[in-house]
């Protein structure tokens, strides 16, 4: 009864407001919205793009100039603070016309893999398939033939682990040996007599040695790590329509998924003279998810080596010595959730005696600079409530680090809050003193520097904000001068609309969460709009954009049809502390939807026109993951799902990736966020749509969730898309997508897809 009566008042809401509604989801909403893609075009934005490209060694760069009346090539002198064209365009324009025989236009040159010599007075370039010189100065263009595009092998697939098995003998750095892998055991070559001797002798087919062989820096000792593999786990795939054929294809890949077992290493060191073997305790890496990144220390002493724990709660960098076969740590990181083992940084300075590491151990992402020897802090060299993006530049002889960082600027004191996320550019000592913002405007930055890190190019931007880009001097960031400001005139004529930035409060009343509203462009504040959230709360970052662009490829097309479209990043995600973003461990299902909602009830008190009782969800990935969830748990809020290739059950999915947020070993929290355990407690409108050959998502996943909802008697819609992989649904799976929010949010059918396009 209760649920008729949900039903029967849906339906009147849909008569009373008629009037409203019948407006939304026509014939002309869906044509207008497919319009939109070909409308909202980045050519319609003059003065954008600028991609600057240092020359040599120079102060000079060039970039292009998208004008009104066409794109011109120009240079940029930092030191004369002016701007010229690169080349006349006209007579290079007139050149390759007579060379390819094919009419040029100089305002629309295309010349592709450009570079400038360091005299800046030739150009190289690639132009209608072929290789071309140009002397600016004596007008001589010159023929070098055609582009010849590198074959390439056989690519291994980003699942597939490499065995080690495929490398080349490696010459000592004196010149007089080498080492390779024979029977699965290391042997050394005299290169002057040929004379061959085995190192190692207890390599086997199940406990080989590695042919990625590093010799010391004095030739003294080989290195490589002793391999003992497992059986590995692939995934089939039926390809059902190939196109070479009539009869389906089956493919499989190499695909670990969580709790599998997992090779392991042992690092081992042999005296070349002797052959004496050094074979350490594996006391302090014998749970190992990885072990990786060997290398020798600049001494030749001992071999560093990272060390991984299963369920990335432990990470060392540790040092085997060459002399007492001993391991010690030298740096070590721990946390009761999880190391994000992803994000690490290390660079072993000049000397061999210091070390530059990144850490969260503080509940922020800063830099430390530790003494080698002792594997002692130094100083903590970057501190406060902030996060370090990239460490882009070590300059040992200055002592100083340049890095990227988001949350810096933030005054939350203030009423006009600027972004958390938007990044900026740094530089700081190594002892924690002059710290020095770059690029200090309001904006989403990307620089690039001048050799000599003089200068830099700052182009900057926001979702509501067109690009600037300036040059600025990189000793303070003060300006040198201005470059571009985008003019987006043009683009505003074909009616399109900035998303909002739009700010409120989390789950616990006090954290901002931050997110964007897209409205249609025919929007009116006098009707009601059903609200649809794109959602992908990964985790592993964070994933509203931050950077103007003219089209949003999820949101803006599906806005047009009368919908209000939004997204956010809530609390599980990445960038703004450690705390925030570990409320995801060991709890996906989570997946910030208490923030979410707080958020999205935020805007629907502040925007009446926002319907609050009509919210649908869709996403892809861990998105379908997630909208899938939401319709499950979340009934009461979220009204209809479309989910595509949901890693539904994430002891269905990779190993990676769902290790690292839920731990190891394997326990309740994985059965509690699967869609296949929930699947009875669906009570909204569904749409499942997968790839028969996704290769990233494992499609068993989302055939699973259908499984269960089949023996649950439950009513929803599936697509499977033939020969496709990881996707939202191609173009077939966009129109689905449109239809089915129009019928279940609308009330309305939809109109026949031969009226649309």
């Not at 302090?284 to 072990?291: H, N, S």
């Not at 220390?297 to 299963?310: I, P």
Request: glycine share 8%.
């Amino acid at each position: 009864m209760k649920n008729f009566m949900k039903g029967f008042a849906l339906a009147a809401l849909l008569l009373v407001g008629a009037g409203t509604l019948v407006a939304q989801g026509t014939v002309e909403d869906y044509k207008r919205a497919y319009s939109l893609r070909g409308k909202f075009t980045s050519d319609k934005v003059y003065y954008s793009g600028v991609s600057p490209r240092w020359i040599g060694d120079t102060h000079t760069f060039w970039y292009v100039r998208h004008t009104p009346e066409g794109d011109r090539y120009v240079k940029v002198d930092a030191d004369k603070q002016t701007r010229t064209d690169l080349f006349n365009h006209d007579k290079l324009a007139t050149a390759l016309a007579k060379s390819t025989g094919r009419k040029v236009d100089g305002k629309r040159l295309n010349l592709q893999s450009l570079s400038v010599n360091e005299r800046q007075d030739t150009l190289r370039f690639q132009y209608d398939g072929k290789n071309f010189t140009y002397a600016i100065k004596k007008n001589r263009l010159e023929d070098k033939g055609r582009i010849h595009y590198p074959q390439r092998g056989q690519q291994r697939h980003w699942m597939e682990v490499d065995d080690e098995k495929g490398g080349r003998p490696v010459t000592s750095p004196d010149g007089k040996h080498e080492a390779f892998i024979k029977n699965d055991n290391i042997y050394i070559r005299n290169r002057a007599t040929g004379r061959e001797r085995a190192l190692s002798i207890d390599g086997t087919l199940g406990n080989y040695y590695s042919s990625y062989i590093q010799w010391s820096p004095d030739s003294r000792y080989v290195f490589s790590a002793r391999i003992r593999p497992v059986e590995k786990r692939y995934v089939y795939y039926v390809e059902s329509s190939p196109k070479d054929q009539l009869q389906p294809k089956l493919h499989k890949q190499e695909y670990a998924k969580p709790g599998d077992e997992l090779r392991s290493k042992v690092p081992c060191i042999y005296e070349v003279e002797t052959g004496r073997a050094i074979i350490p305790s594996t006391e302090l890496f014998d749970k190992q998810y990885e072990l990786f990144w060997f290398r020798w220390n600049e001494q030749g002493t001992g071999v560093t080596f990272e060390y991984n724990e299963r369920g990335h709660q432990v990470y060392r960098l540790l040092e085997l010595s060459a002399e007492t076969g001993k391991v010690r740590t030298v740096v070590e990181e721990k946390s009761n959730t999880f190391v994000n083992h992803q994000r690490m940084y290390r660079r072993f300075l000049r000397g061999g005696n210091e070390l530059i590491w990144m850490s969260e151990r503080d509940n922020w992402k800063n830099i430390y600079l530790y003494d080698y020897a002792t594997g002692k802090v130094k100083n903590q060299i970057t501190k406060g409530p902030w996060y370090v993006r990239e460490v882009l530049h070590v300059d040992e002889e200055a002592r100083q680090i340049y890095f990227t960082a988001n949350g810096m600027e933030v005054d939350n004191s203030s009423t006009a809050k600027e972004d958390p996320y938007l990044i900026r550019y740094y530089r700081i000592n190594f002892d924690g003193t002059g710290l020095t913002c770059l690029t200090p405007d309001e904006g989403n930055h990307t620089a690039t520097f001048s050799r000599d890190r003089k200068y830099l190019v700052d182009v900057h931007s926001l979702v509501d904000r067109a690009p600037e880009a300036s040059v600025r001097r990189v000793s303070d960031g003060s300006l040198v001068m201005p470059l571009e400001k985008a003019d987006i005139t043009k683009l505003l004529e074909t009616g399109w609309r900035a998303p909002e930035v739009f700010v409120a409060k989390g789950r616990d009343g006090k954290t901002d969460m931050w997110g964007i509203i897209v409205r249609p462009t025919n929007f009116d504040p006098n009707k009601k709009y059903p609200i649809i959230e794109y959602i992908y709360a990964g985790p592993g970052s964070h994933y509203v954009p931050k950077s103007f662009s003219t089209y949003n490829y999820n949101m803006t097309a599906l806005a047009e049809l009368g919908f209000i479209v939004v997204q956010l990043d809530g609390m599980g995600t990445s960038f703004r502390s450690k705390e925030f973003e570990d409320v995801c461990y060991k709890n996906l299902k989570d997946a910030g939807f208490p923030d979410r909602k707080a958020w999205i009830r935020a805007a629907a008190e502040k925007y009446p026109y926002m319907d609050i009782d009509r919210v649908g969800i869709f996403g892809a990935s861990a998105g379908g993951q997630e909208s899938t969830t939401a319709v499950l748990l979340h009934p009461e809020f979220y009204k209809a799902a479309y989910s595509a290739c949901g890693c539904h059950d994430n002891r269905m999915d990779k190993i990676w990736w769902n290790e690292q947020w839920l731990g190891y070993p394997l326990g309740d929290q994985y059965k509690e966020g699967s869609n296949v355990e929930n699947a009875h407690l669906l009570s909204r409108p569904l749409m499942l749509v997968v790839g028969e050959l996704d290769d990233n998502v494992d499609p068993a996943s989302t055939m699973q969730v259908v499984d269960a909802l089949i023996r649950a008697n439950k009513d929803f819609e599936l697509v499977v898309l033939p020969g496709v992989g990881h996707t939202m649904g191609e173009s077939y799976g966009e129109h689905k997508r449109y239809d089915f929010f129009v019928r279940h949010l609308m009330g309305v059918n939809p109109p026949k897809w031969d009226e649309v396009k």
